[in-house]
């Protein structure tokens, strides 16, 4: 009889510690794309940051020379988050567009309560809140023709900038005028206190925004016209 040949058994293979294996690879790649992408955050973050810090120090710079520094930089921030930093020709384009849109939503309130105060009260009321109404009602023309005149600027010829830049500041002031005399005068007494109060702030802010045009529109042209060479007479 022949002897059987023993078969041969390989040793077992441990499962195990691949398994383990694989695990604390993997765990050390989640590791390390946790960390990549924790670190990519705070870069966007910090350089978001530090963008908005010098847009605002850039609008706070700007602003100095207005009588209303506070409201000249809630103007033009938004506008420098996202075109940049605007030119100076382009804030007091800026601040004159918010200047109009204010007045001429001012000027339809004012027209609804005219309308209410000619049914219910007495001519007297009506009177003064039609006094003051013309005198938005030229404001709201004024800065119209100054916004047109201000984009002209530059674009025919440096010998009609002082003519342009003449005709911006007459109109503004005399918008600035405007809205000063209807807010310091009588409403009369045909509308509530809350009505008074919503006219006379509403009014304050489209004054406060042709002062600071104003000032954006000096600082624009004063710059303009060194650069440019253009004496004044």
């Not at 694989?22 to 530090?50: D, G, P, R, W, Y």
């Not at 003051?132 to 100054?146: A, H, R, W, Y």
């Amino acid at each position: 009889m022949h002897e059987t040949t023993p078969l041969y058994n390989p040793p077992p293979l441990h499962f195990s510690h691949i398994s383990k294996t694989n695990k604390n690879s993997h765990k050390m790649a989640q590791t390390l794309l946790s960390f990549i992408c924790v670190s990519f955050t705070i870069l966007v973050v910090s350089t978001v940051v530090e963008s908005r810090s010098r847009a605002r120090m850039y609008v706070d710079s700007q602003c100095k020379s207005t009588r209303y520094p506070d409201t000249c930089v809630q103007t033009l921030l938004p506008y420098v988050s996202k075109r940049g930093l605007p030119s100076p020709k382009l804030q007091a384009q800026i601040s004159l567009a918010t200047c109009l849109s204010k007045a001429r939503f001012m000027k339809t309130y004012m027209n609804m309560l005219a309308k209410n105060l000619n049914k219910t009260s007495n001519s007297g009321d009506y009177q003064a809140m039609e006094e003051c109404l013309q005198q938005i009602n030229d404001g709201v023309k004024q800065i119209t023709q100054s916004f047109k005149e201000l984009q002209q600027m530059g674009k025919d010829g440096d010998e009609n900038f002082m003519w342009h830049e003449s005709n911006v500041q007459t109109w503004v002031s005399a918008a600035l005028t405007d809205a000063t005399t209807c807010v310091e005068g009588s409403l009369g007494n045909g509308i509530s206190d809350s009505e008074k109060a919503t006219i006379q702030a509403r009014i304050l802010k489209v004054k406060q925004l042709a002062s600071n045009s104003l000032a954006l529109f000096t600082h624009f042209t004063t710059r303009y016209r060194a650069s440019h060479g253009i004496n004044v007479p």
